[in-house]
Nanobody, 113 residues
C-alpha cells in the first residue's frame, strides 16, 4: 500500500516559480510510474506530467517547456517545478502513483495575473 502527501502549493504571480512536492510512503520502488495531475474549478482532472516505468518523462503540451518533473528516489519524493506559471495553471494539483493507483489529497495552486 502507498500513501502520497502533496505540499508546496500556494499563491504565485504569473511568471514566477513554484515547486510542488509529493512525499510517498509504503511500497515504492524507483521504477514505479508516478505523475502529476490537476483539476481546475468546473473542469475535469487532467494529466500534467509523469515518469514512466522506464524512467522517461512526458508532459502535457500546455506545460511543456515550463514545468519539470523530477524525483528523489532516496527520499521517495516526486517534484513538479513550475516555472513561468500562467493564470490558467490555477488548479488543485494531485500526485498519482500508478502501480497501486493511489492519489494524494491535492494541493491548491493559484496563479495571479
Amino acid at each position: 500500500q502507498v500513501q502520497l502527501v502533496e505540499s508546496g502549493g500556494g499563491l504565485v504571480q504569473a511568471g514566477g516559480s513554484l515547486r510542488l512536492s509529493c512525499a510517498a510512503s509504503g511500497t515504492i520502488v524507483s521504477s514505479n510510474a508516478m505523475g502529476w495531475y490537476r483539476q481546475a474549478p468546473g473542469k475535469q482532472r487532467e494529466w500534467v506530467a509523469l515518469f514512466t516505468t522506464s524512467g522517461s518523462t512526458n508532459y502535457a503540451d500546455s506545460v511543456k517547456g515550463r514545468f519539470t518533473i523530477s524525483r528523489d528516489n532516496a527520499n521517495n519524493t516526486v517534484y513538479l517545478q513550475m516555472n513561468s506559471p500562467k493564470p490558467e495553471d490555477t488548479a488543485v494539483y494531485y500526485c498519482r502513483e500508478f502501480r497501486y493507483n493511489t492519489w494524494g489529497q491535492g494541493t491548491q495552486v493559484t496563479v495571479s495575473s
